[in-house]
């Protein structure tokens, strides 16, 4: 089985709310001080420059320890902090960041949105970790309060409603999946229009689906339509979410016969991984074994041989990232 899997970046669905309710007890000077650091080490991660950005994440809770008083923006640091971790590949560490966060919000309201932007994202983790199961609880509880909040935000239920389908696809119950896949498209579309790039997550998660349902043929289309609008942004897609997109594009293609558009693909998502994320990390193992499957079926038996070692290295020193799911997000990149 081919494994479909791909990865939400910067989730700015959550961002805007969960910093203005993390802020609205700074004082002025005080708030821009934390908002600018904030904003430093997550332009740090955007350019793959994890372990700075993980210096700059900790330095700021150093500080917010020593003062002590605002809990919410120290859940929102440690949420920034627990997606560096995972996406310099430690899932570990990303857990035991994305629960410190957690932590701090005792006593919050369930749908207070740093603690519902935490769930999400400790949701994806699991699912990158291929725990459907315990995605799945968190994601109910997590649409639930969500729609329980006085100012839902459109993004943010879309990412619910898709999140919540690619743990029901990794379990299997496909029909829920795609009724969640519907709604996630639907909530965005009528928000943001067709094109608006946050559709792509959702329509290559459909494609995960379809490919799941071996309904190889139909999943090109939304595949290459999520293709499409990445490439017609006029922002620049970064090369981890590049990668993560240009595997489930050779897989689709793969599954529907399409070898040489299939070979490209994948090639180039395993370049673009190698290149940004480094030669180590668990999703860099998962496009080698996606390419080495698109290779051994062309007939190419050697590469196909080399790219699994690679992958079968890499996946060895990474036992909590599995390879038996479907998808996990691409990003909302704006």
């Not at 908002?35 to 950005?53: P, S």
């Not at 929102?76 to 701090?104: I, K, M, P, R, W």
């Not at 309201?109 to 740093?114: G, P, Q, R, T």
């Not at 799941?212 to 897609?237: G, K, M, N, T």
């Amino acid at each position: 089985m081919v494994c479909l899997k791909i990865v939400r970046g910067i989730v700015r669905s959550f961002g805007l709310a969960a910093l203005a309710a993390a802020l609205a007890c700074c004082s002025a000077a005080q708030a821009s001080d934390f908002t600018q650091r904030l904003d430093e080490g997550r332009q740090l991660r955007v350019h793959n420059r994890f372990a700075e950005a993980g210096t700059v994440f900790r330095n700021l809770l150093r500080d917010l320890a020593r003062d002590g008083s605002n809990h919410t923006f120290e859940a929102l640091v440690e949420d920034n902090l627990a997606l560096d971790e995972q996406d310099s590949g430690d899932y570990a560490a990303a857990e035991t960041a994305f629960n410190h966060g957690l932590d701090a919000l005792r006593g919050e309201a369930a749908y207070d949105s740093v603690a519902i932007a935490l769930r999400t994202h400790l949701a994806e983790l699991y699912l990158a970790e291929d725990r459907p199961k315990d995605a799945e609880a968190l994601l109910r509880q997590a649409l639930a309060d969500a729609h329980s909040s006085p100012h839902p935000s459109p993004t943010g239920l879309a990412a619910l409603h898709e999140d919540l389908a690619v743990a029901c696809i990794m379990r299997r119950k496909f029909t829920e999946s795609e009724a969640l896949l519907r709604e996630s498209l639907s909530i965005l579309e009528d928000r943001y229009g067709p094109d608006d790039p946050r559709l792509s997550s959702s329509l290559f998660s459909y494609a995960g689906l379809l490919v799941s349902e071996r309904r190889y043929d139909e999943a090109v289309a939304p595949a290459e339509r999520a293709w499409q609008i990445l490439s017609h942004d006029p922002a620049p897609i970064p090369k981890p979410y590049q990668a993560s997109a240009l595997s489930v594009m050779g897989v689709v293609y793969f599954r529907a016969g399409r070898l040489d558009e299939a070979e490209q693909c994948a090639r180039r998502s395993v370049d673009l991984a190698t290149e940004s994320l480094g030669a180590r990390h668990p999703r860099l193992g998962l496009y080698l074994a996606n390419y080495a499957l698109i290779l051994k079926t062309a007939g190419r038996k050697n590469e196909a041989k080399a790219a699994q070692k690679k992958a079968d290295e890499i996946m060895d020193q990474s036992p909590s990232s599995g390879t038996g799911g479907y998808t996990v997000n691409v990003a909302s990149l704006r």
